[in-house]
Each structure stands twice: as C-alpha cells, then as structure tokens.
C-alpha cells in the first residue's frame, strides 16, 4: 500500500507541477518543398509573442509534413517555418480568439537556400525522451553524466530499463532483450553480452529506442522487447567531425567521426575506443550444506580478491549513394574488438561436523585466470525504393556478420592441510560465429487509411567451437579426454509476415496490427542435442487514441520468444572453481511470452512531459537458473567435493505485473529535473518448488542546472530495490554521478568534469542463496568510486541542403 500511496502522491505532484497552462488554441498546417512538392518532415514550427524575440511553443512537422499545434492561449502571435537548407517563412498577426481558436496556416511552401557558410553550428532543443506510438526514444546527445561512460551507463537512464551492479540489462523486468545497433544485430552480442555493452563509448550513441511491443515486422526474438542502439551519422552536405575524448581513474574513453557528402554521395568513418583500468574487487563466500538426514554439516568459506581489466576498439564506415531521387543504396563496414583479462587469489577453508564435533577441517588456496577476446565483422548492403504513391515502398537488407573469439581459463588449487596433491584445470576454447540475413520488406497504401506492409526474412547462423582441457596429475598437466571436444551449432530461422496500419473513425483511431510466422531449425553435434524443428505464430497489435494534440492513450499486445543459445544449451562443464560448477542443458525448450501493455503520455506547453505505462507479462516455459548442492559430484570420471552445480531449466510460468512512469518538469528556464520510475511483481511457479512472489522497484532522479556562459551541471542517482528469486534475494543497491561542463569557441569545443560514487571507494553487495539442503552469503566489494574529465571538439565546413538528417532508426509505426 506505501508503494500504491507514494506513486499516487508523486504522479499528482508531476501533474500540478507541469499543468501550468490552459489550452486554448491550435494552428495547424503542411510543409512542402516548393519545387519537389515533397513533404518536409523535422521543420521548426516556433510560435512568438507579438513583440517577443524568444519562443512560446513550437514543434516539428512529422513525415508527412503535418503539423498541429495546440495549448495556445488567446493573443496575437508571429509564426516562423523553417527547415535546415531552406528559407525561413514567417507568419505575422497569427490572432488566437475566444472566436477564432483555430488558425490553419494550410499549405506552406518552403524554399530551398544555397548559401555555403564557412563554419555552421546548429543548436536544436531536441526532448532528452521522446514517446511515439511504438517506442520510446532516449536522446543520449544531451546526456552529460554518462558522456564519459559507455552504452551501460547510458541504459541506466532510460525509462522502462533497468541495469545491476553487473552489468545485467532487464527491459520491463525482462532480461530477454534483443539488442541492435542502426537497427541491425551483430555477433558482437552473441559472445559477452556485458563486454559489448562496455565496448560502445556513450560519445558514440545518437539514441537509444526501446520498443516493448514490437510489431509483426520485427523478429519474434526477445521476451522483454528490443533495444536499438543508434550511433551518431548525418547526411549534411560538406565535410565535417567530431573528436571526443575522456579520460579517469578508472576508465578512457576516445572516438573521432568524420563525415563528408557531396550531391547525392556521401560518406562517413568512425573510430572508437575505450580501456576499463586495473580494478580489484573482493569477495567473501560463506556455504553451509546438510546431507539428506541433516546430520552432518559441511561448512565452505572462502576469501579473494579478483584484479580485472578490459579494453576495445571500433571502427568502420558508412555510405550512403541516392542513385535517383526513388532509389537509395547505402552500404556499412563495422569491426569489433574486445577483450578482457581477469585473475584471483582465493583462501578455503572446508569443515565437516558430525554431531557437533568437527569431524575434518581442510584449508587450501586457489589461483585463477581467465582471457577472453572477440573480433567481429559486420557488413550490410542495402537499397530502398520509393514510389510515385506516397507511403509505397520497397527495402532490402543483405547483412552479414563473422566473429571469432577465445577464451581461456585456468585454475590451481594447492591445500595447505593434509596430504593431497594440487588439483588444477586449464582450458582453451576457440571459436567462430557467422550469421546472415536477408531481408525484404514492401509497403502498399491501400487508401488514405489502411497501408499493408509485408515482407520476408531468412536467418542463418552457425557457430563452431573447440574445447580444449587440460587436467593436473602429479605435477604435470595431460590431457583430459572427457572436457575435449569440438561441436557446431546451426540454427535457421525463416519468417515472413503480414501487417496492416489503419486510421479510423476519422482518425479517432490509429493503430497496427498484424501476424508473423517463424519457422526454426537448429542442430547441434554435441552430445544431446537433439534439437526439434518448432514453429512460431507472433501476432502483435497497438491501438492508439489521441485525446488531443498534447495527449494520447495506446493498448498492444505482442507474443515474443526466447530461444536458448549454445551456452545455454552446451553441456561443457565450466570448472573454473570446483566448488561452483556451471554447465549447459541440451533439453532446454524455448521460452514464450505474451505481452500487454497500456500506456499514457502527457506533452505540456512549459516543455515538460510525461510518460505513464502498465505492463503484463506472462511466460510459460520460463528459463532460470537453478543450483544443486552435491557433497560428491563426478564429472566425467572425476570427484569434486562440496560442489553447488548450476543450470538452467524450463522450471515453469512467471508472470510480471507493473508500471514504469517518466516525467520531465522544468522547473525554470534553467532547471530541469527527470525521473524514471519503475514498479512490479513478479510470480514465479516453478514445479516442484515454492511459489515465489517479489516485489522490486527502481528510481531514479536527474537534474540538470543551466548556468550563464554555457556552463551546465548534472545530478543523476539510482535505486535498485532488492528482489527475491527462486533461489536467492537479489541485493540492493544505489550509485549518483556529478558532471558539469563548459562550452567555448563558439560551442564547438566543450570540456567537463564527471564523477562517480565520489565518497564511496566500494559498492558492497551482501547476497543470499538458499536451496533445499545449503544456504549461502555472498559479499562483494566493487570498486564503482571514480573522477574524470571529458574534452569534445567539433570541426568543419557545413552547407545545408533539402537534405535531412538520416540516423537511422527503427521506424514509426502508424506515423
């Protein structure tokens, strides 16, 4: 109930802070280039008071050049049109009355402008969260306590995701996302979902989209929705850059984009690069186990401290050719490179009790490294053909992308108690991943109404991979014949769909709805992979009602999947400490979901808005961890003593019940505040086990302070709450930033200071696992205290023409 009471209190706080005007007037109209006559999308709409030079309101025209314009109140306003490239239009004496409380501007033609400038620097007060009928969309370009950072620090902030201590991303309470980047997946992902995360600075990210119903057109994959990281590109005319470049006590940061078009060609490069320095975090584990009479008790304790480092770069080029004002080829070239190193010292000390004397006491000391490295190639060729019919198109994609990686892992134990032989691993797993896909998709207007959009899809992927292990027998390491073995894993996945987007009862009603079909083949030479063919019908719909120009209401609902990966379902035994085992499951069925949602937002005239949305999620066959305390376990002809061995399972259904609120007030003309709040109960039935109910929540609050002389300071903090699992009680755990920065020559050079957690060396995480027969505590110690500085140059000659800016994004449904 507290938590029902202090929602309720802060959404009727947002409220009374951001409704400040009433709604009175609209001016509406439709922008065109006077030659071509096609519409202008993203023009400046700015509306003034009749003898004020700074603007009241304003807003962009949307693909179709439609504009409307609504909370005006009654007087006399000047109107200007204006769009990068074209000459301004200015409307004079714009009266809004009690008898004339709308204005229609009509048909606004705009003319195109020639003139070359020799520096240009265009400042545009983009939404740092843009709500749209499908997606939210983050503008992490404004972000200024994450510049410093990478993708991961940029996620924490945006709404409806959530991100933990360790790097894991949950959408919606979901950790079953389907990540993009410019709207195309990579292998990049496949390999270290974390280190790819870390591997992408935040200076390169234009926006973020999420998409928590994704419609028949996207793939079925990912139970929780879709991230698509949009990295920064522009199509101005010219040559120009930007260097960015920071640098801490923990992590650096640096990336140069360079951009040149000319006519209807252009090009752009990229590079980037990032070092996470020497940490060392520390942890203690304390385990006690009973056997089956509870008679005997096994206590297991350890002490280490791990050092860790990680680094990557990347790079590539885009380009981008309009054969013909109809036709448009554009052509990408990324690589990847990541890796990361880690080692441990850990101090055992394994005791066994029987009726209450300590029947054994073993002490020993464990050392451990482990390597892992992935290079990937990502390459797309595709082209887009328009029509004479507006809204009639046809888009193909070729993709391809190759990754090849390396893991290596170590591990030594030496007992200082007793006489028993050093006992160590040693492994070495190459590997190689290559997936394509092509893609053609075609839209038809069937009326001013309805357009049918289809398409088909084939996916192919097939990782191959070599284990290679070595065991420890009287000093020498030999060759472990049962951890040595090679297995390939393909999976095929073709798809086609139907989908049509409609507007009714005079646009009362606007939506899409539609039905996709996957067909999924998978094979695997590993031992018990029999892999059945299975097939998937996806439906998705969304239906969106505009109670008026500054607000609407939409519905969806989408039927998603989880299929399991090879790690998941390879059955190698990772042995990199003896006393927690981890392996694969080849039965591992593949898990669906089916999603509801109900969403508000809220845009009020003082700039600020919010974003209100109710989700439902239930998934039968949920996937999830679960650990089995062995006091002997043999794996492939060996013992290991007092081991928890962990793997996953079809264990059962869980529901997820919640709402995720945003809400950006302007408190002044130079204080703004943002947060994210996140909410829900998750119900998880497992066969054979408890029925668990957990609540968990996040928040997070932003604000961000303009000083004169272009200095800005920003303020983030975060809360996770703590959540109960099957098995254990996921920690709590709370981190701010502090940035400020300061602009000069001309706003084309910026310098700040950042700061993470700056009074706190650590951040500790005190967990709880629990099973039928053991219970344990976890406590880690991660190093999160850190102090940067950020330098940012832009550079070049710019010269604007009808053409707009095309970062790629995943595209808006209904709009």
Partial sequence: MKYIIITASFIFLMFNALAQTTINGKITGKVIDSATKAPVDFATISVFKADSKNPVNGISTDSKGNFSLSGIPAGEYRVTVDFIGYREKVFNKVTISSSTTTVPLGTILLTSATTQLNA????????????????????????????????????????????????????????GIRFLINGKPSTIFGASLADALQSIPASQISTIEVITSPGAKYDAQGTGGIINIVLKDNKFQGVNGSVNLSAGIRLENGSINLNARRGNFGVGVFFSGNTQLNTTAKNTTNRTAYNNARDTATNLFQSGSNPFTRNSYKTGINLNWSVTPKDELTATFGYNDFRNHGTG??????????????????????????????????????????????????????????GTNIADASQQTDYLTGAYPSAGLRSNNPGKDRQTEITLDYAQPLSKSFTLETGAKTFMGNLTSNVFTDTLQNGAYVVNPSQTYSFNYKRNIYAGYASLSFALFKDFFTGKAGLRYERTHTTGTFSGAGIPDYNTFAPAFTLQHKLDDSQSVKFSYSYRIERPDYGDLNPFYNISDPHNISTGNPLLKPEISKNFELGYSKNFNNGGNIYLAAFYRNSPDNIQALSTYYDVLNVNGTDYTAVSLTQRFNLGSQKNIGASIFGSVPVTGKLNLRTNIQLGQRQSSNVGLATVNAFAYRVNLNATYQFPHDLVAEVFGNYNSQQKNIQSIRPAFFNYNLAIRKQFLNK?????????????????????????????????????????????????????DKEKDTTPQLPDMGQ
């Fill in 120 to 175: 240009v620097n265009v400042t545009a007060k983009v939404p740092i969260v843009e709500n749209k009928i499908d997606k939210v969309v983050y503008n992490a370009a404004n972000d200024l306590t994450a510049q410093g950072g990478v993708a991961l620090d940029v996620l924490k902030k945006v709404p409806m995701v959530s991100v933990d201590i360790d790097g894991n991303v949950e959408l919606q309470g979901s950790s």
């Fill in 345 to 402: 010292f850990t101090s055992q000390n394994q005791s066994v009790m029987a009726g209450g004397d300590v029947s054994s006491a073993i002490s020993s000391t464990r050392t451990s490294a482990s390597r892992f490295g992935e290079k990937a190639v990502d390459f797309s060729l595709g082209y887009k053909k328009t029509f004479k019919r507006e809204g009639q198109q046809l888009d193909f994609l070729y993709l391809s992308s190759f």
């Fill in 748 to 800: 084309n050079a910026s310098i700040g200071l950042t700061t993470a957690n700056p009074f706190a060396y650590y951040i500790t995480q005190r967990q709880t696992l629990f099973g039928s027969n053991f219970n344990q505590t976890n406590v880690r110690l991660i190093p999160s205290q850190s102090f940067g500085v950020t330098l940012t140059y832009k550079f070049g000659k710019l010269k604007f």
